[in-house]
């Protein structure tokens, strides 16, 4: 079943990811900078074992602790420990790889989205191998398949639109701020409402039934979210690829828009 539902996995998001690619426009990049992201995800997977066992350490001395706290607020910080915050710091940092390795070629902020998608594939693919063995829970895992590329796209998004304030003189600090936040608090959210919702564990039947329904309706607005970002990112391609990010292509933008013969 592992094996199965890594293959489906890959041929699913291999679509989309192929989908996002052909949409880029004047031209797609190239097959050499859509890939390597994706080989830079997987690696960031075993990568994020070590950053949960930082992230782990330094909450443990701080003294942080939800003990006693209701079991959604111990599902929160669980959740925060154990994947919302190592995984999604660990992402960012083979994303900073990615964008490094290709920064001459970045043509722009869609191309951050690439990005940002394929390190989110990356890190899903070897995911689905190791923890999809479970055939009950085969179906929720592929109705859900797309999380870690979606959060990859609102942090490269971010990121992308933080550097193409930065080449047009604009406030971008909120951009970075959000480019960690955002990932971070949804994937949390998530893992909360269903993985790790300690909510289903509690002696009390009436905690437990709530549980149930919350990690029911957090399943559906991720399957029902999913859709709804890629959607919006479908409608708002052509915004993103007409954002310059390399520095002669936004110093032409500008003049471009500032010349007295375009008005």
Request: hydrophobic share 50%.
């Amino acid at each position: 079943m592992d094996i199965l539902q890594a293959v489906l996995s890959a041929l699913i998001l291999g679509f989309l990811y192929y989908r996002m690619v052909k949409r880029e426009t004047p031209s797609p990049i190239s097959w050499l900078q859509a890939l390597t992201p994706v080989g830079l995800g997987m690696v960031s997977l075993p990568v994020s074992f070590y950053a949960f066992i930082g992230v782990s350490m330094v909450i443990n001395s701080l003294g942080i602790s939800a003990g006693g706290a209701h079991p959604f607020v111990r599902s929160l910080l669980f959740a925060f420990m154990m994947a919302g915050c190592p995984e999604e710091l660990t992402k960012l940092l083979f994303m900073l790889v990615a964008i490094f390795l290709f920064r001459k070629k970045i043509r722009n902020v869609y191309e951050y989205i690439l990005i940002g998608a394929a390190i989110g594939i990356g890190f899903t693919l070897p995911e689905e191998f190791v923890y999809g063995g479970e055939s009950s829970a085969f179906w929720i895992r592929m109705l859900t398949l797309a999380g870690h590329m979606i959060y990859g796209i609102f942090m490269a998004k971010h990121l992308g639109l933080a550097k193409y304030n930065r080449l047009n003189n604009k406030p971008r600090f909120l951009q970075y701020v959000l480019a960690i936040l955002v990932p971070v608090f949804l994937h949390t959210l998530y893992d909360a409402c269903t993985s790790n919702n300690l909510m289903m564990l509690d002696e009390n039947t009436a905690i437990q039934d709530a549980g149930i329904i919350i990690g029911l309706a957090g399943t559906a607005i991720h399957i029902i979210g999913q859709f709804v970002v890629l959607y919006i990112l479908k409608k708002n391609t052509e915004k993103y690829c007409n954002m310059a990010l390399l520095e002669q292509s936004a110093e032409n933008e500008t003049v471009q828009t500032t010349d007295p013969k375009n008005s």
